[in-house]
């Protein structure tokens, strides 16, 4: 399931990055085929279109977070089976979609949030967000495995054996 939604994430970043060109062909007047191949083609064409780091980011914050989406359905669901279900919610996915890729594809998302003028003030041009988004889901990761670490293990009640005398 993490490489699924590894790839899931890649190919819906991919496509809100082209958002007005994927909206534009499937509700254009063209063939099934045509559609097709513009879809294929920005996947196929991500490796030209992004610098390798912008890549390299965009992958490890796809990866980290299908580990984390799995690792916390996985918890949620010893909750709910345990009776101890509480909500949860954290922003470092939304951070990771917004800082993937280029810093102009997430420019307009950050925009919605109220934060779009003060990315021009970044001195890495918005790689920043990438970093940071890399950072939360690390430390989310963390904490996620502890508390994974700590549910497979019992506890063991110690006791006292009183001395024998001879």
Known sequence: PVLIITL???IVTVYLMNASLIWDTLSGAYSW??????LIALLLG???????????LLMTVAL??????????ERLRFLRSSGKLHWAIGGSTLIGLVGSG????GLPILALLGLGG???????????????AIMLLGVSLY????????????RVETVSIPQLKK
């Open 118 to 132: 003060a990315a021009v003030y970044l001195p890495y041009g918005g790689m920043e967000l990438s970093l940071l």
């Open 33 to 38: 085929n045509y559609k097709w191949n513009i």
């Open 143 to 154: 904490f996620l495995m502890q508390g994974r670490l700590a549910t497979a293990v019992c």
């Open 46 to 56: 991500m490796w030209t279109a992004m610098s390798l780091p912008s890549l390299f």
């Open 8 to 10: 899931a994430y890649v």
């Open 102 to 105: 280029c810093a102009g594809c």
């Open 64 to 73: 980290l977070t299908g580990l984390n989406l799995v690792l916390t359905l």
